[in-house]
């Protein structure tokens, strides 16, 4: 997880300083992120003139509402092209720590869900596993409409690197034998777990492995 895309920080932050009152504005990217930068920033400027008009999504479709706080609520879910991995927000904290936020969409929004005992499990399973596999998990989190999760990690990591830190937790996961504190002193759902439908959720993920990096239709 070492690795560090290229320029990132020090463009973002040189963006915010030129442009007070933005806020964390300046901050979120979306979709795939590289190359979309300047646009996304670009047209964050002309919106504070006149909002709110339609504007480019980075992934060049449109979203008609009033620009939110919440970065998927900016994202035209009609657009992505599930099963997906793509940054959803990154943040330095006060004391120049980075954290990254992953969409780790399983299922087409709108269109499909997981149900709701294994999108739970999955939950168990990869926050335990995956830090087996790593020092930088800080979460993995349902989304709450079951079409997906989120996965915080510290640093900038290079897309490559995180994606193969999901393939082998998810691999992992597949020759599991129990989901990780699923009972009732370590959970508050002890009894909604499915092992074999969490299993069921990352083979699937996994035979579309290929798939990952491609965020839209
Ligand atoms: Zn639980």
């Known amino acids: 997880m070492a690795g560090r895309r290229d320029g990132g920080m020090a463009g973002r932050a040189g963006h915010r300083a030129e442009r007070p009152g933005a806020g964390s504005h300046t901050d979120r990217r979306g979709g795939n992120v590289l190359g979309s930068t300047g646009r996304w920033d670009a047209q964050i400027g002309a919106e504070a003139e006149a909002p709110p008009t339609p504007r480019p999504h980075p ?35 006060p004391h120049g720590d980075v954290i990254t936020k992953f969409d780790v969409r399983f299922t087409q929004p709108n269109e499909a869900h997981l149900d709701m005992a294994s999108v739970h499990s999955l939950e168990h399973l990869f926050a335990e596993h995956s830090r087996n596999r790593s020092g930088d998990v800080i979460d993995f989190s349902p989304m709450g409409c079951q079409t997906g999760f989120y996965l915080i990690l510290q640093g900038d990591p290079a897309m490559d690197d995180v994606l193969s830190l999901i393939e082998g937790t998810l691999t992992d996961i597949t020759t599991a034998t129990e989901v990780p504190a699923a009972n009732e002193v370590q959970c508050g759902w002890g009894a909604n777990h499915t092992l074999e439908g969490a ?5 699937d993920f996994l035979a579309a492995r290929d798939e990952w990096s491609t965020v839209t239709r």
């Open 59 to 93: 992934e060049g479709t449109i979203v008609t509402q009033p620009k939110m706080n919440v970065e998927s609520f900016n994202l035209d879910h009609r657009t992505v092209a599930a099963p997906y991995v793509r940054v959803a927000d990154q943040k330095t904290l």
């Open 199 to 203: 299993q069921g959720v990352a083979r």
